[in-house]
Nanobody, 129 residues
């Protein structure tokens, strides 16, 4: 699966951003796609995932300010994953990555790094105080 992220940038605390990830090249009708982030000096964190049938899952403490969604092309060959981020805080500053697994590595989509095979290049989000 090929993944291309966009939408990162710099905002002030309390601001909003919407990240976009265009995913293509699925080898199965079943998939999981997800957002991860790596904050400076921290380990990779799972933000949220969504399955091919629209079931979402959020990482620890991610639900509330972050909302994941997707649109799917009519032929299911491509989908676009979104991450709406509201009420951003300086501690949300990170490189945000889109990831996919097709077919899924587990019966339900997770936010576990090891469950995803394909990764985008990332998009930087910087939140200033």
């Amino acid at each position: 699966v090929q993944l291309v992220e966009s939408g990162g940038g710099s905002v002030h605390s309390g601001g909003s951003l919407r990240l976009t990830c265009v995913a293509s090249g699925y080898t199965s009708s079943r998939y999981c796609v997800a957002w991860f982030r790596r904050r400076p000096g921290k380990e990779l964190e799972g933000v949220a995932s969504v399955s091919d049938d629209g079931v979402t899952k959020y990482g620890y403490s991610m639900k509330g300010r972050f909302t994941v969604s997707q649109t799917v092309s009519q032929d299911n060959a491509k989908n676009t994953l979104y991450l709406q981020m509201d009420g951003l805080k300086p501690e949300d500053t990170a490189m945000y990555y889109c990831a996919a697994s097709s077919p899924p590595a587990a019966p339900i989509c997770t936010t576990i790094e090891a469950d995803f095979n394909d990764w985008g290049q990332g998009t930087q989000v910087t939140v200033s105080a």
